[in-house]
């Protein structure tokens, strides 16, 4: 068994969730950011793991588009999907929302990771987007449960 996590993140905390996850699955895991690799081979993966992060609405552009021209080869594989999202309350339809029908139809785990919003590291415009939503302080809320349930499924395969 072979697993691969597959992420995008603008402000690294799909990262941090991505690496949490790594840490506590049994099998050997790759892990990779999808903004430094071309032409990624999954061939050699059992299950195949995607994270990514919402901004208005929306999974990053460049996981989209890996998933659109790799479907038909992630369809064969043990799929899990996680996101992160600040809306808390709205995660589950963000989630249901953001891959595509087929793909989320067959992932046998799905989760929301939980969000971080770091104001410091923010652009003026994601700033000002942010404190219009009434956030006014950086807030770090990583779902280390859902991580953990999330591990607990793919170690059981
Ligand atoms: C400009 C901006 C737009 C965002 N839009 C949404 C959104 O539409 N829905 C949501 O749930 N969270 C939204 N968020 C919150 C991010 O999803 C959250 O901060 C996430 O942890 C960022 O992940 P990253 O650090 O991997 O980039 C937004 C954040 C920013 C800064």
Redesign the pocket.
């Known amino acids: 068994m072979k697993n691969c996590i597959l992420?995008?993140?603008?402000?690294?905390?799909?990262?941090?969730a991505a690496l949490s996850l790594k840490e506590i699955l049994k099998a050997e895991t790759d892990i990779i950011n999808l903004k430094n690799v071309k032409n990624l081979d999954i061939s050699d993966y059992d299950t195949v793991i995607l994270g990514?992060?919402?901004?208005?609405?929306?999974i990053q552009k460049l996981m989209r588009k890996f998933i659109r021209e790799n479907l038909n080869e992630l369809l064969k594989k043990n799929i899990a999907l996680f996101?992160?999202?600040?809306?808390?309350e709205?995660?589950q339809e963000?989630l249901y929302n953001a891959y595509p029908m087929e793909l989320f139809d067959h992932a046998f785990a799905k989760e929301f990771f939980?969000?971080?919003?770091?104001l410091e590291n923010?652009n003026f415009?994601?700033?000002a987007?942010?404190k219009a939503q009434g956030v006014t302080q950086s807030k770090s809320e990583i779902m280390h449960d859902a991580i953990e349930k999330m591990a607990h499924h793919i170690n059981e395969l």
């Open positions: 992420f995008t993140t603008k402000h690294g905390s799909a990262e941090k990514a992060s919402i901004y208005i609405g929306k996101i992160m999202a600040g809306q808390k709205k995660a963000t939980g969000y971080e919003m770091i923010m415009l994601e700033k987007a942010t």
